[in-house]
Nanobody, 121 residues
């Protein structure tokens, strides 16, 4: 019914930048919050940043001032611009969206498959 497709992960040097993109497609009526989470082996998935449909944002303390989340509602797309990357940003990054679908009008959380971000010299 709904797919979230991420792109833009890869390898960056410390201090470098990467841009992640995620587009939702399918039987979508409306998308509420969209966000990015990350997970490293052996640890719980953690929130990186979230943006409401109105453009309000919230960031993890560890990324404030370095990462910027934005979205294009017309394209059902959320972007995470990551600057001043650190080795501790290395993780699998997952896109998340809170979506109402048709024809059921059911509202659920949807996840992408994840994209690897590695920060290393």
């Amino acid at each position: 019914q709904v797919q979230l497709v991420e792109s833009g992960g890869g390898l960056a040097q410390p201090g470098g930048s990467l841009r992640l993109s995620c587009t939702a497609s399918g039987r979508i009526i409306n998308i509420y919050d969209m966000g990015w989470y990350r997970q490293v082996p052996g640890k719980q998935r953690e929130l990186v940043a979230v943006i409401t449909s109105g453009g309000n944002t919230n960031y993890a303390d560890s990324v404030k001032g370095r990462f910027t989340i934005s979205r294009d509602n017309a394209k059902n797309t959320v972007i995470l611009q990551m600057n001043s990357l650190k080795p501790e940003d290395t993780a699998v990054y997952y896109c998340n969206a809170d979506i109402i679908v048709r024809p059921t009008l059911r509202r659920d959380d949807y996840w992408g498959l994840g994209t690897q971000v590695t920060v290393s010299s």
